[in-house]
């Protein structure tokens, strides 16, 4: 085992501050990488707040890490020693269940190993993320990075550009179709970016008048304002897929309204109750509700692949360690475009 500086929180009410964790010395299926980057994901607060109140602590957030390999094991041959790598939300999974036999790791059977907050089986106790100098991660696991990207900006694309891509891609979002991406924010700016790319007619759904400009300098062809009933109106019955990418509970029913005969809305971002749904605006024209979490490794490498070949990226704004607890007011205050990514070697500094 190794002793690396991190960051944790030690209770829900606690700040993260400086901490040393172990990391375990690679076996010969592993990779050792140092994090050169780490985003910061909401989902990180929800956990050191204990908002879904299954929080372990000491909690080390992190699970967009982008670094470069320091240690291979014997059996990691895909990998060499100053390759640029990256690790999203999970770092294992049974392996043996169908999902998994399907490349769908983050709804494995038996439960997949999340970049931190998981039992860890190595060393016992629970999983610790990015915010730290290092990562030893299984090679099943570890992610190509395409060199020619903005590295520091790649890192949300392992939670945010994933958890956008892999909706659209499960639906057969294709060229020409219209897509409304509802809420502009981490996972909105994303889900606008690679729907574009992907060649679909996209229209920005917001309440806020004011993201208009943001919205069609990302890529956005139209703006429709959800609180203007006549807008609304004007599309009712036309979309092809609705992302909705709103981070708390909120009322589905104008959506479903928005959407044809036999398409879907997909929800990305409330992981909490919502509103009552009247089935009437689901049955009257077979339209559907569904989920989506993350992706598997398979796709989010595709997804890699695809943004390395459309040079997309994140829009971040970079952060020392340091500032980390002013940096989560900020986001639980929506005032980020759109994610905050860590330069981890401010660590150092400790």
């Not at 190993?113 to 089986?121: E, H, I, R």
């Not at 992302?243 to 589905?252: F, K, M, R, S, Y």
């Amino acid at each position: 085992m190794s002793n690396v500086k991190a960051y944790a929180a030690k209770a829900a009410t606690k700040d993260l501050e400086p901490f040393d964790i172990e990391r375990r010395k690679p076996t010969a299926e592993d990779v050792e990488i140092e994090i050169l980057y780490c985003g910061v994901c909401h989902s990180d607060i929800h956990t050191v707040k204990n908002d879904w109140k299954n929080a372990k602590y000491p909690s080390v957030p992190g699970h967009e890490i982008i670094g470069r390999v320091t240690k291979t094991g014997e059996n990691a041959t895909n990998f060499k020693e100053g390759q640029l790598v990256g690790v999203g939300c999970m770092v294992d999974s049974c392996q043996d269940c169908s999902a998994c036999a399907e490349n769908l790791e983050q709804y494995c059977e038996k439960g997949a190993t999340f970049t931190y907050n998981s039992t860890d089986k190595h060393l016992g106790g629970h999983t610790f993320g990015g915010y730290s100098e290092k990562v030893v991660v299984d090679k099943k696991f570890v992610l190509n990075i395409p060199e020619n990207l903005d590295v520091k900006a790649v890192a949300p694309l392992l939670c945010a550009g994933i958890t956008t891509w892999s909706p659209l891609q499960q639906w057969n979002v294709k060229k020409g179709d219209k897509v409304g991406v509802i809420g502009l924010g981490g996972l909105g700016h994303m889900g606008v970016k690679l729907a574009n790319a992907m060649g679909a007619h996209v229209v920005m759904i917001t309440t806020s008048p004011s993201k208009a400009k943001d919205a069609m300098e990302l890529g956005a062809h139209e703006i429709l304002i959800s609180k203007d009933q006549d807008q609304m109106a004007k599309h009712k019955n036309s979309f092809d897929f609705l992302l909705n990418t709103i981070p708390v509970g909120h009322d589905v029913n104008p959506y479903i309204g928005l959407l044809k005969r036999d398409a879907t809305m997909v929800l990305v971002g409330a992981i909490e109750p919502l509103d009552p749904i009247h089935g009437g605006g689901l049955i009257a024209q077979r339209k559907r509700l569904a989920g989506s979490l993350i992706g598997g490794i398979k796709e989010t490498q595709e997804m890699l692949d695809f943004c390395g070949k459309h040079n997309i990226v994140s829009d971040v704004e970079m952060i020392d360690i340091q500032k980390i607890n002013h940096a989560y007011d900020r986001v639980i205050k929506s005032d980020v475009k759109y994610r905050f990514v860590i330069d981890m070697k401010s660590l150092k500094n400790n």
